[in-house]
């Protein structure tokens, strides 16, 4: 039976408290940060980092979730978008450094002149500007997800052929960004950078504002989900992930529900991945490793699909743990992931969320109908 | 003449992997009409509701709904031009409870953002306790619809055809796991909702098709064998071949 068929009304305050606890954890990190080495409160440059790449990876959990939680889509490629939108702010990190380079070549990121290129690609037109790049970050995975979704959708491919082709999307986009000839820096991608509008990206106080900054979009990111789900579009999502045919019947258009949400997804997943690439320094096609979508979705699956909270708590939850645990015994990690995986499938099937739900309702919900005054017993 | 009717369906014929499972069907109704269809099972009743909602193309035949040609259109818009149809197995949205299960049903948006950014308006509060006070659900307004019993579901299912406000309902063996009383007040409603709308209805259940006092359609084998009224249609020998040759 589909586990969602008991919660029944759907509410999601505790969205709100998830999205206070990720800027409030944010801040005080970044201001833990900015103390002097000797404070016991002080948090390295290297935390610092760590946290702000689980909080964009939270980001593209979310995304994950809103298609997956949501429309029931469910996608083995959303790390395509994510990586798109990394490469969008690579760009422009790669053109602000400028006559810096090791060519002190002020117009050509260095890899162009090692390919011997003497003027930049017309895709790479304006990537100096932020607010350029800033509109490409949403851009390029809507438009990208927009196209994909439309003929995927509008031919009704669903199901595993649906993710089957949402794996093959990423996996041709990290063959073609191994070429060099693409212009994306081939197998090294896009790094070196030096600083962001100006800012110096190794200064302990640009790195607190952009953990900040992070924590902030992923807190606007999670509202935004929010009003989504929360709406009667979310209703309707619903109804087309439980029975899609249905909702035909009463003159709604499952396609484009489906499109809708697929794009906006993909558009915070793209936001996620410029956040990234600003705080983790770099951005290959490694990024477009399908195994990097299954991880993705994995996170959600061990926070809790459909919950959107889940989604950034699984995130930050495994990615904490895959950090210690490869540490510790590094060529283990996939086997203790997949474990993980395998588990929360068969003991935690609603996630951490479930459990959560459980503690502070020992009586799960079960639904007992109440049959009204004026009908019998039935069937 | 055909310009009065509301639904004119002529000569049309489906074959399923070399099956024929409508055979030169031939079925009208006019404006405001109540029509009863019975036949055994897999004469081909359920099927052709498929075509005329769309969900089935005829391989030939036309099917006719005022001046539309219904053959050509999709579900979604066959369902906007005012046609709505109840399953035969009640399919309502398990997960969502039964006042938002009637809030998607109810007429008016439709396109995706408009849905994204519609509120709850008074009309529409309005048009649901009414709803809900007609199915008897009131008592579930907020229950999950996947939580309720096999005949509230029907139930469910009738009042979000009704939020539609279709010009044209179709009832596929709408009283399936009903008990007797069920059964009786399920035909009132028919009879209650066939004042402003025209209905087809597919049912077993002789004393429903009774009660609803109607026309009587007998399907066999994809095409209609006899028409009538109850008494008419039980006495047609052929008729009763059928059901007793079965
Ligand atoms: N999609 C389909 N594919 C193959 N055969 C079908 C399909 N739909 C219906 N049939 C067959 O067509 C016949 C008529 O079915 P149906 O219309 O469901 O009958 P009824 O509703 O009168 O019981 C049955 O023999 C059924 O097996
Ligand atoms: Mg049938």
């Not at chain 1, 800027?23 to 440059?45: D, I, K, R, T």
């Not at chain 1, 979310?234 to 709604?252: H, I, K, M, P, Q």
């Not at chain 1, 995130?315 to 490869?326: M, P, Q, R, S, Y």
């Amino acid at each position: 039976m589909n586990p969602f068929s008991t919660h029944g009304t759907r509410s999601f305050r505790g969205v709100i408290w998830m999205a206070a606890a990720v800027v409030v954890a944010a801040g005080g990190l970044a201001m833990a940060s900015l103390l002097p080495e000797g404070n016991p409160l002080h948090a390295s440059a290297f935390v610092v980092s760590l946290a702000g790449k689980y909080l964009a990876y939270a980001m593209l959990a979310l995304s994950v979730d809103l298609v997956w939680g949501f429309a029931g889509i469910l996608t083995l490629g959303h790390a395509a978008f994510f990586a798109l939108g990394g490469y969008a702010m690579g760009m422009y990190l790669m053109r602000e450094i400028g006559a810096r380079g090791v060519y002190g070549n002020a117009s050509l990121p260095d890899f162009m002149i090692f390919l011997s290129w003497k003027s930049l690609p017309w895709y790479w037109w304006g990537s100096d500007h932020f607010a350029w790049a800033a509109f490409l970050v949403l851009a390029v995975p809507g438009v990208l997800a927009g196209v994909f979704g439309w003929l995927a959708f509008r031919s009704r491919v669903s199901g595993v052929y649906l993710s089957i082709i949402t794996q093959a999307l990423t996996y041709a986009l990290m063959l073609a960004f191994f070429q060099n000839g693409l212009g994306f820096g081939g197998n090294n991608g896009l790094t070196d950078f030096k600083d962001i509008l100006g800012a110096d990206l190794h200064a302990p106080m640009t790195r607190a504002v952009l953990l900040v900054v992070t924590g902030v979009l992923l807190a606007a990111s999670l509202l935004a989900a929010r009003f989504v789900v929360g709406s009667r579009f979310g209703n309707l999502l619903v109804a087309v992930r439980d029975a899609e045919n249905r909702t035909r019947f009463l003159g709604y258009r499952p396609d484009q529900v489906k499109l809708l949400v697929w794009v906006f997804s993909a558009m915070i997943a793209g936001l996620g991945g410029a956040l990234y690439v600003t705080q983790v320094g770099i951005i290959n096609p490694g990024e477009f490793a399908p195994a990097n979508s299954i991880e993705s979705v994995i996170w959600v699956a061990v926070g809790g699909r459909g919950t959107l909270c889940g989604a950034v708590l699984g995130a930050i939850l495994v990615n904490l743990g895959k950090t210690l645990f490869t540490a510790w015994l590094p060529e283990f990690w996939l086997y203790g992931l997949g474990l993980l995986f395998i588990c929360t499938t068969l003991f935690l099937p609603q996630g951490i969320m479930g459990l959560w739900r459980h503690v502070r309702k020992p009586a799960p919900e079960e639904v007992t109908p109440e049959v009204s005054d004026t009908q019998g017993d039935e069937t | 003449m055909t310009d009065d009717l509301l639904l004119d369906v002529r000569d049309v014929s489906v074959t399923f992997d070399g099956f024929r499972a409508i055979n030169n069907l031939s079925l009208s109704l006019r404006p405001g009409e109540m029509r009863a269809i019975v036949g055994p099972n897999g004469a081909g009743k359920t099927t052709m509701m498929d075509i005329i909602t769309g969900k089935t193309r005829p391989d030939t035949g036309t099917v006719r709904f005022r001046d539309r040609d219904l053959t050509r259109l999709d579900e979604p818009s066959i369902a906007r031009l005012g046609i709505g149809r109840k399953f035969q197995k009640p399919t309502v949205f398990e997960a969502l409870s039964v006042s938002e299960n009637l809030l998607l049903s109810l007429k008016g948006i439709r396109s995706p953002f408009a849905v994204l950014m519609a509120r709850r308006s008074e009309r529409e509060h309005e048009r649901i306790a009414h709803l809900l006070q007609l199915t008897r659900l009131q008592a579930m307004a907020d229950q999950p619809a996947g939580g309720m019993s096999h005949g509230q579901k029907q139930w469910l299912e009738i009042g979000m055809l009704m939020g539609q406000e279709p010009d044209l309902l179709l009832v596929d063996e709408p009283v399936a796991g009903m008990t007797d009383a069920e059964t009786m007040a399920t035909a009132d409603l028919l009879r209650e909702i066939n004042r402003t709308r025209s209905v087809v209805v597919v049912e077993h259940d002789m004393d429903f098709v009774r009660a609803l006092g109607v026309t009587v359609t007998v399907l066999h084998e994809g095409s209609v064998l006899a028409e009538g009224t109850l008494d008419e249609v039980s006495a047609d020998p052929r008729v009763i071949e059928v059901y007793l040759g079965r």
